[in-house]
């Protein structure tokens, strides 16, 4: 499958945005998981709504902005995929205690912000979005089954498909069962056809065997084998080096399978006719 890639998002410790992430992947300065988080962006969330959004879904809405903004569209136009390993995690851990309390009470809101698809409800209410919105989770290849389902969604109904991957860590006493290591998150705007945005083209397909991405620094690595939303990091890295080349990348899949991710550089603003 060939998609376009017009917008890139992404958010963690020290890096607000796809600018700040180019100088980390490049190795041009230190990665440090402990650095604080930046501030979230969720100026598109109504006031009330902003109060009622916990980390993962402020997480989500930042990085769909970013994207968004990246790829110069108007976000009512695209189709969304939000793929998370388990949402909101901190929701999901009151809920567990109150069930194991004696009076099992659940307050409604917590209840409301529990499902998994709350990040695509939040995000397309505020932006008046009326296109389909998937939310997608498997583990620890949540990351890449919403790169596929997003790149099926753009091939097969020919539609701009807006692909947001999210986590955020569990609080205790789960966090010891479901460890993950920071807050971080990726987007990306697909396109069905190159547009003046278009930074790659990338030709994504399930292959056999496993994983074969080279290792990168011992800081991102262990980001992208201690965050599920980071399993695609190396992709982040081949699109942010500093002279770009055709080149491929192999993520894992569900056994048997991995997911190669090949890489065309375009020039943004030469549009192939």
């Known amino acids: 499958m060939n998609v376009y890639l017009d917008g890139i998002g992404v958010f963690g410790p020290g890096m607000a945005d796809w600018a700040a992430a180019i100088g980390l992947l490049r190795g041009e300065r230190p990665f440090d998981c402990a650095a604080n988080l930046p501030a979230f962006n969720v100026a598109c969330l109504p006031a009330t709504e902003r109060r009622r959004a916990g980390t993962s879904v402020q997480l989500a809405v930042d990085l769909a902005t970013q ?49 998994h698809n709350a990040a695509a409800g939040y995000w397309t209410i505020a932006q008046r979005n009326r296109e389909p919105a998937t939310a997608v989770a498997l583990h620890t290849l949540t990351a890449s089954a919403g ?39 990726m987007s990306f705007l697909l396109q069905p056809e190159q547009t003046a945005r278009s930074v790659a083209r990338l030709s994504i397909c399930l292959v056999a065997g496993n994983e074969a991405c080279a290792p990168m620094s011992p800081a991102l690595e262990a980001l992208r084998s201690g965050v599920p939303a980071a ?15 055709v080149q491929t990348v192999v993520v894992p899949y569900v056994a048997p399978h991995a997911l190669a991710i090949g890489i065309t550089p375009l020039a943004p603003g030469a549009v192939a006719l």
């Not at 790169?147 to 539609?159: I, K, Y």
């Not at 399993?231 to 080349?245: G, H, K």
């Open 147 to 185: 790169l596929l389902e997003a790149a099926t969604q753009v091939v097969t109904e020919h539609t701009p498909v807006l692909l947001v991957i999210y986590d955020i860590p569990f609080p205790p006493p789960l966090s010891a069962v479901e460890p993950i290591l920071t807050v971080f998150g």
């Open 231 to 245: 399993l695609l990091l190396p992709l982040l890295a081949a699109l942010a080096e500093p002279a770009p080349r």
């Open 67 to 115: 994207a968004i903004t990246a790829a110069g569209i108007d976000p009512t136009l695209p189709a969304a995929v939000f793929a998370s390993t388990s949402g909101d995690t901190h929701v999901l851990t009151d809920i567990c205690a109150a069930l194991a309390s004696k009076d099992r009470l659940i307050s409604p809101m917590r209840f409301h912000n529990s499902v």
